[in-house]
């Protein structure tokens, strides 16, 4: 990848990629910078393992996407809610996706005792979510599927927490089409898994 301040090879990654869409739809990025219209935003880890338009097979202008460590909705931060603001009331989109992944090493270190500095305020958040479900993870002795299951119930905690902005309650109540939905990703597989949570106006 060059010496370490050299990026060269990041724009040729990027000329090689352009190219290569050109060539089987020669229209695509004149199309698409006209208007984008996802029916999809997608709130999932920051980890560079998982990067939603890739894991789902869908080309540009198909997600918007918020990311952070650990796929967290927090009611206090900005960044998150305008992107579901801008998501819900501007592109209206019709799905929203709290997408987790086992091995979350955001999750994992929720459960550790040592310090990690200022990132264990934000892993704060998923230690809430193991209060809430200390009865049922405080029963597992093993530590990799204790690990997988705060993924997954750290997913869950998030699909309310979705539905309790003050955005997506506006938006039900004036019947707009939406549903919140909560999936887990394989980082060992590829694939998601769908946790049957979802949430509509009436739900
Ligand atoms: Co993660």
Redesign the pocket.
Known sequence: MGNSTDISWLFEQNKAWADKVKQSDPDFFANLADQQTPELLWIG???SR?PANQITGLPPGEVFVHRN???VVVHSDLNCLSVIQYAVEVLKVKHIVIC??Y?????AASLEEQSHGLIDNWLEHIRNVYRLHAQELDAISDKPELVSRL?ELNVVEQTHNVCNTTIVKEAWARDQELAVHGIVYSIQNGILKDLLVRHGPST
């Open positions: 880890c920051a980890d998982v460590i650990a796929n987790g992944h091995g979350c090493g955001g999750v993924c």
